[in-house]
């Protein structure tokens, strides 16, 4: 949702250090793909990170309510801008709203020290 696009992180590539990630907090990322450059997100928890595809399985819409947001109020689950879906951190499962049991699309993600990697 920035002005300017961020350029597209390469798999193997670095996204970010962990300590620019509020914990638990969120950002959104582009990333390399054969289709083209595509939107994840990332969501740190504790010294966890995980990857998703930004997209709601529901309708297909980027999920953050502003930028770098994709938490709920609490900071407890993802939620989806648009219908309020709320979806499990860890796991990316949808546990409310109109695309329950639902997943989000899954982006492989690790640590690597104090770097967050896509993987590849």
Same mark, same amino acid.
């Given at each position: 949702?920035?002005?300017a696009?961020? $350029?597209?992180?390469?798999?193997?590539? *670095?996204?970010? =250090?962990?300590?620019?990630?509020?914990?638990? &907090?969120?950002?959104?990322?582009?990333?390399a *793909?054969?289709?083209? $450059?595509? !939107?994840?997100?990332?969501?740190r928890?504790g010294? #966890?990170?995980? &990857?998703?595809?930004? =997209?709601? $399985?529901?309708? &297909? @819409?980027?999920?953050?309510?502003?930028?770098? *947001?994709?938490?709920?109020?609490?900071? #407890?689950?993802?939620?989806?801008?648009?219908? &309020? #879906? =709320?979806?499990?951190?860890? *796991?990316?499962?949808?546990?409310?709203? $109109?695309?329950?049991?639902? !997943?989000?699309?899954?982006?492989? @993600?690790?640590?690597?020290?104090?770097?967050? @990697?896509?993987?590849?």
């Amino acid at each position: 949702m920035t002005d300017a696009p961020r $350029p597209a992180v390469a798999p193997g590539g *670095t996204l970010c =250090r962990l300590a620019d990630l509020e914990d638990p &907090g969120s950002k959104e990322f582009r990333i390399a *793909t054969e289709r083209g $450059p595509r !939107s994840m997100f990332v969501v740190r928890k504790g010294d #966890a990170v995980y &990857g998703y595809v930004n =997209r709601c $399985p529901h309708t &297909g @819409v980027t999920l953050e309510w502003k930028d770098d *947001t994709f938490l709920d109020y609490d900071k #407890a689950l993802i939620q989806c801008s648009m219908h &309020g #879906a =709320r979806f499990v951190i860890e *796991t990316g499962e949808c546990i409310s709203g $109109p695309c329950w049991k639902a !997943s989000l699309a899954r982006v492989e @993600v690790r640590r690597d020290g104090d770097l967050v @990697v896509l993987a590849g």
